[in-house]
């Protein structure tokens, strides 16, 4: 790879590292030496020096090396180019490392690795008969697992009876229950492309006896329909949908059942069939349904949702009189029912969708006065205030923002309204109004609303020239929300830091002996532990967890994303159990399953209620490891990035997830969409590069740290304006920008997507971790 050089950052301190990485091994390197080499060049993605490090260690002559460690090397050659998507290289070297190593404890795994090798080259017989000697030295650990890699060959060569019967075997041997889902859905599948209809819903049977997720549930029920339907048993395939109707109204299954029913001309009760097209967005028939409901119904006896219902499906049609009607309905016919104070809020939203504005006003200010104690008065006059915002009244919208945050201290809308009348005062760089709104919300609010107000009262005391004033402001704001972001801000205020501001010096190495020992002392203290040996190795039931086993060997096997639904089903049982999280997080973090050890470790500190920064430095650095940290050192130096801040994207991005995959096709750990990494691909002259390249770590954080260098280098390395071009592109982040001006602060603030927002704030307390936990100075 040939790198785009990178200038040195301006104006920044230069943190001395204390660490620096290994160098790589050379052909006269210890065999031992070199065979970690090469197992760390596997954790890191970096497949063909991995191989080449392995064939190194195999070149040494005979009799310079313990057996075992070229045994290792032999089967790390064939799992490195299984890796590497290379199946004839890997099906060569798992060949040679069985003929020479026929009882090495690997044998079975080499079996297991080479019958994938085999099913990437189409070699279905061959691979049927590796996976069965897998089976046969290695009974009861992932039969279900290897069963459904032999069934899928069967069905690959179109042997359906022997596929389904040895994909019911694989049901049969029993997983995880997300998994075993999964694998019931895939085989009522075979089973609808054979004709097998009864069989097919008997797996989706099956499925509904265990699922829970409502959503999920509608989605089986109705395949399980329409299998019944293809089955000519249209008795019982109607009688399915009905009743995904009930239970399930406002899914799309919902919709298309009642479709199906109503085509055969089965008539659907109008109070179900109005809803279900509500929900569906077909508001004309929703509206047909309602009036042949009220049509049928007296009066009285219709609840006022059915009202509120009709009179929002008029408004999505744009008949607003018609939705005022629908509303009063409920005024005039339940004044006591919880929907009384809806009712009014909508007639005010529909009088602003009709653009009447002022009209819109008067509502929602009749509410608050008339109806003060209803649950929608504080909601009446956030609207009130906010379109008062939106004409340009700004005065007026600050006294409405004020007289809600008097009315209903504490209210979430009236922390929402102080909070809106403080950035507008400041926009309009009134800083009296400004400071007296926010002492406002200081003294009303809790948690992060009285961390954020706090900080602003000491920024503005801080631009008056009071230090005395912003410095006790920043101490409030600094209590009100321990590791929040506007606390994490003030603090480093108090401090005089740049947000952001890197350490003097960075310290990757410690003394885990000691360290280990003193989180295993505070456990005991903490939660009660009489163990007096170690307390981090796995006990015995734990060890014989079905899921640790079956999720120790499926790792093993390069197959990750059933092995995590092991871990994480392990972590869900076990989370209000410190000893066993604890033992598990060890673990984990040990065979390099890194976003479950986070997971397990924040669960500790989880249930001991305390701030991370309050656990012992072992476990907090557990749940903000330095991961990687061979790869991310030498990036960060060559662009001139504090490395901390890289570790804090990473664990926003992915969670040490080499292999995360984000909804927009971001990848890898630091979870660079497809089109950027083709820009940056072009601009690192990246050799031969494929989008599956940013799921090995050495790329991904190449990439990212390449990308994050690109924006900082674009923007002056001011480090938030930066991570927002990171993350919603730097057009965006030049918008906000020029709205916000310099002060860091009102940068954030300016940010109109709230995810970006919520982005920059969650990688800056990460980056506070990091920085207490690895920094120095």
Avoid: C
């Avoid at 557990?622 to 790869?631: C, E, I, Q, T, V």
Wanted: charged share 20%; net charge negative; aromatic share 12%.
């Amino acid at each position: 790879m040939t790198a785009t050089p990178a200038p040195a950052a301006p104006d920044l301190a230069t943190p001395t590292p204390l660490v620096t990485p290994s160098p790589s091994p050379t052909a006269t390197a210890i065999p031992d030496i070199a065979l970690q080499m090469a197992e760390r060049l596997l954790l890191n993605g970096e497949y063909e020096n991995a191989s080449l490090t392995f064939q190194t260690v195999l070149g040494q002559p005979e009799g310079t090396m313990p057996g075992d460690t070229r045994a290792a090397a032999a089967y790390g050659l064939g799992e490195a180019a299984l890796r590497d998507g290379h199946f004839e290289e890997a099906l060569a070297a798992l060949t040679q490392f069985l003929a020479q190593y026929p009882t090495d404890t690997r044998a079975p795994w080499a079996y297991f690795l080479r019958g994938d090798a085999r099913l990437g080259q189409g070699q279905w017989v061959a691979a049927i008969a590796d996976f069965e000697q897998y089976l046969a030295l290695r009974p009861g650990v992932i039969d279900s697992y290897v069963y459904e890699r032999i069934a899928d060959a069967y069905l690959a060569q179109f042997l359906f009876s022997q596929a389904l019967e040895t994909y019911e075997r694989a049901i049969q041997a029993g997983r995880g229950l997300v998994p075993l889902l999964a694998l019931r859905e895939k085989v009522a599948q075979v089973y609808l492309n054979t004709g097998q209809y009864a069989a097919a819903v008997a797996q989706y049977d099956a499925i509904l006896e265990v699922a829970q997720n409502p959503g999920y549930r509608a989605e089986i029920m109705f395949l399980a329909a329409q299998a019944l339907e293809a089955g000519d048993q249209t008795a019982e395939a109607r009688e399915r949908y009905r009743q995904i109707m009930t239970a399930a109204p406002t899914t799309d299954y919902a919709r298309q059942a009642m479709r199906i029913l109503r085509g055969a001309g089965e008539a659907v009760a109008p109070e179900l069939r109005a809803q279900i097209s509500y929900a569906a967005g077909d508001f004309a028939d929703a509206i047909a349904a309602f009036h042949l409901y009220t049509s049928q119904t007296p009066l009285g006896d219709i609840p006022p949702a059915m009202h509120l219902s009709l009179g929002r499906a008029y408004r999505e049609v744009g008949n607003m009189s018609a939705a005022w009607t629908s509303f009063q309905t409920v005024l005039d016919l339940a004044p006591t029912s919880p929907e009384f104070g809806t009712a009014l809020l909508e007639q005010g939203r529909t009088l602003f969708l009709a653009d009447d504005v002022n009209g819109a006003i008067e509502r929602y200010l009749y509410l608050a006065d008339t109806y003060p104690t209803l649950p929608e008065a504080a909601e009446a006059l956030w609207r009130v205030g906010y379109l008062y915002e939106m004409q340009g009244q700004q005065a007026e919208a600050i006294t409405l923002f004020e007289r809600l945050g008097r009315a209903y201290p504490g209210n979430e809308w009236a922390m929402s309204g102080l909070l809106r009348a403080a950035t507008i005062a400041l926009n309009r760089n009134d800083m009296a109004t400004a400071e007296r709104v926010l002492a406002a919300l200081g003294a009303t609010g809790s948690g992060e609303d009285a961390a954020a107000a706090y900080l602003w009262l000491g920024k503005l005391a801080q631009q008056n020239g009071n230090t005395t004033q912003a410095e006790a402001a920043f101490r409030a704001a600094a209590m009100a929300d321990p590791g929040g972001y506007f606390s994490i801000r003030a603090e480093d205020l108090l401090s005089g830091r740049a947000i952001f501001g890197p350490p003097l010096q960075y310290r990757f190495e410690f003394d885990s002996q000691l360290e280990l020992g003193q989180a295993e002392d505070w456990l005991r203290t903490t939660f009660g532990f009489t163990q007096t040996e170690a307390l981090w190795p796995m006990s015995p039931a734990l060890q014989a967890d079905p899921r640790v086993v079956a999720g120790r060997e499926l790792w093993a096997l390069l197959a990750v994303d059933e092995a995590g639904e092991e871990f994480y089903s392990l972590l869900d049982s076990f989370k209000d159990d410190p000893l066993s999280t604890y033992q598990l997080a060890i673990w984990l973090r040990g065979i390099g399953a890194y976003p479950h050890s986070i997971t397990g470790a924040a669960n500790i500190i989880k249930v001991a209620n305390i701030p991370t920064l309050s656990a012992p430095p072992y476990l907090a650095r557990m749940r903000y490891p330095a991961f990687y940290s061979d790869l991310v050192i030498p990036q960060a130096q060559a662009y001139g990035i504090d490395p901390l801040l890289l570790l804090a994207l990473i664990r926003q991005e992915s969670l040490f997830d080499r292999y995360a995959t984000g909804g927009a096709g971001e990848k890898g750990l630091t979870q660079v969409i497809p089109s950027t990494a083709e820009h940056i691909a072009a601009r690192l002259e990246w050799p031969g590069y494929l989008p599956s390249v940013l799921f090995r770590p050495y790329a991904s954080i190449a990439f990212g740290a390449y990308y994050l260098w690109e924006q900082l280098n674009r923007f002056e390395f001011n480090v938030p304006v930066a991570l927002s071009a990171y993350n919603a592109g730097p057009g965006n982040a030049a918008r906000w920008l020029e709205t916000a001006g310099s002060d860091p602060d009102l940068y954030i603030e300016a940010i109109d997507y709230g995810s970006t927002r919520a982005y920059i704030r969650r990688i800056y307390e990460h980056y506070h971790m990091y920085r207490q936990l690895y920094g120095a100075g």
